[in-house]
T-cell receptor
Framework: GENVEQHPSTLSVQEGDSAVIKCTYS??????FPWYKQELGKGPQLIIDIRSNVGEKKDQRIAVTLNKTAKHFSLHITETQPEDSAVYFCAAHTNDMRFGAGTRLTVKP | DSGVTQTPKHLITATGQRVTLRCSPRSGDLSVYWYQQSLDQGLQFLIQYYNGEERAKGNILERFSAQQFPDLHSELNLSSLELGDSALYFC?????????????FGPGTRLTVL
């Protein structure tokens, strides 16, 4: 089945800097790649997603890139703010959703 | 607030017991998904129901079962509980049949098995 690896497990940045989280997947049939943000005590919330026919997608300060040949995709957050601090999960979808282990992002004011 | 509600918020029980977790999807959503989040296994898909019918199955143990009722709320039943079943259980809902649709997660039920 699908295996999703996510790096780094923790990431600390200064407010205003950029943050990049990377994921790799194993199943070449995966065709949908969402990213979720999970704040303390809450359920995951979809922040951006990308489908396999697209190489990049941007929504304000958040962007996702997908390299299907290399089977990796990345989340980019620019101009980070303290409220971006949370755990971020990538996922890859074939028959069901497989999640990465998560990245705890801390943005220091 | 995602619009998905889950009860109870916390549940503490003993090994060997049985519990039922409840989920109400967002208004208009026909699909309900159940996920387990634990420290060692991460976030894992368990099962999906669409309009009352089982649609997809993930890593759900035989001791676990779920159903979706005519009013679209769903229940996850966990039986013969083991210490390793302690986890956060999330329900999510989406409007359509496909899990490609945006899924909205509830706040979760924290299960502790002693």
């Amino acid at each position: 089945g699908e295996n999703v690896e996510q790096h780094p497990s923790t990431l600390s940045v200064q407010e205003g800097d950029s943050a990049v989280i990377k994921c790799t997947y194993s199943d070449s049939a995966s065709n949908y790649f969402p990213w979720y943000k999970q704040e303390l005590g809450k359920g995951p919330q979809l922040i951006i997603d990308i489908r396999s026919n697209v190489g990049e997608k941007k929504d304000q300060r958040i962007a996702v890139t997908l390299n299907k040949t290399a089977k990796h995709f990345s989340l980019h957050i620019t101009e980070t703010q303290p409220e971006d601090s949370a755990v971020y999960f990538c996922a890859a979808h074939t028959n069901d959703m497989r999640f990465g282990a998560g990245t705890r992002l801390t943005v220091k004011p | 607030d995602s619009g998905v509600t889950q009860t109870p918020k916390h549940l503490i029980t003993a090994t060997g017991q049985r519990v039922t977790l409840r989920c109400s999807p967002r208004s208009g959503d026909l699909s309900v998904y159940w996920y387990q989040q634990s420290l060692d296994q991460g976030l894992q898909f368990l099962i999906q129901y669409y309009n009352g019918e089982e649609r997809a199955k993930g890593n759900i143990l035989e001791r676990f079962s779920a159903q979706q009722f005519p009013d679209l709320h769903s229940e996850l039943n966990l039986s013969s509980l083991e210490l390793g079943d302690s986890a956060l259980y999330f329900c999510a809902s989406s409007v359509g049949r496909s899990s490609y649709n945006e899924q909205f997660f509830g706040p979760g039920t924290r299960l502790t098995v002693l």
